[in-house]
């Protein structure tokens, strides 16, 4: 039973428009949650991130929002650059322990 | 200046083979961790080191897989009598502490196994 799921295995963004990525989970004890960004033959590497105890984080472009009544979460990227085209993974932790429970990632296509 | 490194980055081996992968973590980090990634999944934990000691090897799947870090620097996981379901990218990933969020991972090495 997946713990973490992203439903969205592609989306496709106009350049200077809002890519928004979606996470869902369904454990309530998950307490911290991540976003990554993995290019190809590449390791992912952190984007940002969001405790539970906030709702809302945000670093430059990058923003992550979290409702943790309906266990979801999302990832705002604006204005979407070409250089955003890379797979996104959502990624929960319990405690903010170092195991991470990871969704299958989507895959962001950022268009000229 | 020098991230985590992982050799070799293809590997395809022969079922029922013997397999070691290598990781070079980045100079200087206590924690070293092993991820395995299947085809279109995330990465799944399996397992941690802190320094030379493997805290956690509660994600190994089978007791085919071994992992080590004799030094406390280079790590090498080890997989013997390869069985197709072993195929993955294998990536690992260091840290200076345990947190999530300062775990930098390396390209990874995609095992196939035939």
């Known amino acids: 039973d997946q713990q973490v799921k992203q439903n969205s295995p592609s989306l496709s963004v106009q350049e200077g428009r809002i890519s928004i990525l979606n996470c869902d989970y369904t454990?309530?004890?998950?307490?911290?949650f991540l976003w990554y960004k993995k290019y190809p033959a590449e390791g992912p590497t952190f984007l940002i991130s969001i405790s539970s105890i906030k709702d809302k984080n945000e670093d430059g472009r990058f923003t992550v929002f979290l409702n943790k009544s309906a266990k979801h979460l999302s990832l705002h990227i604006v204005p979407s650059q070409p250089g955003d085209s890379a797979v996104y993974f959502c990624a929960a932790s319990m405690d903010s322990n170092y195991q991470l429970i990871w969704g299958a990632g989507t895959k962001l296509i950022i268009k000229p | 200046g020098a991230g985590v490194s992982q050799s070799p980055r293809y590997k395809v081996a022969k079922r029922g083979q013997d397999v070691a992968l290598r990781c070079d973590p980045i100079?200087?980090?206590?924690?070293l961790f092993w991820y395995q990634q299947a085809l279109g999944q995330g990465p799944e934990f399996l397992t941690y080191f802190q320094n030379e000691a493997q805290l956690d090897k509660s994600g190994l799947p089978s007791d085919r897989f071994f992992a080590e870090r004799p030094e406390g620097s280079v790590s090498t996981l080890k997989i013997q009598r390869t069985q197709q379901e072993d195929s993955a990218v294998y990536l690992c990933?260091?840290?200076?502490?345990?947190?999530?969020?300062?775990?930098?991972f390396g390209p990874g090495t995609r095992l196939l196994v035939l």
């Open positions: 990933a260091s840290s200076e502490g345990t947190s999530v969020e300062t775990q930098y």
């Open positions: 100079s200087g980090h206590v924690s």
């Open positions: 454990n309530s004890m998950f307490d911290y």
